[in-house]
């Protein structure tokens, strides 16, 4: 009777080079992690600009979103009523946003329109960094 089957050391062998072949994955893959956080992030604050533009044609009311650096949230409220529809927090996303260019309030007229053009930039914990823009005219852009 012939047995056929691998030794150990060949068995070893094979593990060394899973291994290798996973240690030379994880950089790219934090990288990777790092990229889809930081993309994901500023799509999330542009989405939440967008839903004040909105909320503030809507019901005919200025609507500001504050931008809490401290406590890494991003609230929206409404102006006149000084009600707070929506906060959302960045803090769990791995991700820093600098205050807007034009101060830490952005405010959306009845109209749709912004009370003054301003950036956010985003920095990812990898130093990759994102962009956007919120126009006069209210639109929202990705850099």
């Known amino acids: 009777m012939t047995q056929e089957g691998k030794t150990l050391m060949e068995l070893m062998v094979v593990v060394a080079i899973v291994g290798i072949v996973a240690l030379m994955a994880v950089p ?5 992690h790092s990229r889809a ?20 044609m809507t019901h005919r009311d200025r609507v500001r979103i504050v931008v809490d650096q401290e406590q890494q949230v991003l609230t929206t409220q409404f102006v006149n009523t000084t009600t707070t529809h929506h906060a959302y927090h960045y803090g ?3 991700v820093a946003v600098e205050e807007p260019s ?11 329109r912004s009370a003054s053009a301003t950036t956010i930039t985003l920095h990812s914990q990898e130093g990759q960094t994102k962009q956007l823009t919120v126009s006069i005219t209210g639109r929202v852009s990705l850099l």
Do not use: D, M, V, W
């Open 92 to 94: 769990g996303k791995g």
């Open 102 to 112: 034009a101060g830490p309030e952005i405010l959306f007229h009845p109209s749709g």
């Open 28 to 32: 790219n893959y934090s990288i990777f």
């Open 37 to 56: 956080q930081i993309r994901c992030a500023t799509e999330e604050i542009a989405s939440e600009l967008r839903l004040a533009r909105q909320l503030a």
